[in-house]
């Protein structure tokens, strides 16, 4: 299978929090980039939802929802991906 993605993901293992419909869930990043992430959350969201990701230190960011299966949910983060650069670098380490 050919990856597509245009930005190189990072396996990570992060606590995070989804604000969606105005309710704050826990879940884990388990790989990131500059352009999306996957998460591990433990919950349903429809694919096309804006919500939003609260990553610990490193603050929040905007995201659509662009896949969901069980209990993983495929996020584009809707931000310059040039500030995000810091941010992988630590959560990738």
């Known amino acids: ?24 869930h826990d879940c884990v990043i388990t790989n990131i980039s500059s352009a999306g992430g996957r998460l591990y959350l433990r919950m349903s969201v429809a694919k096309g939802k804006a919500v939003r990701i609260q990553i610990a230190k490193f603050g929040q960011y905007d995201a659509t929802v662009i896949w969901c299966e069980g209990d993983e949910t495929g996020l584009k983060l809707e931000h310059d991906p040039a500030e995000i650069a810091s941010m992988l670098t630590a959560l990738a380490s």
């Open 1 to 24: 299978m050919e990856d597509k993605r245009s930005c190189l993901r990072e396996p990570a293992r992060a606590k995070a929090r989804l604000l969606v419909d105005d309710h704050w």
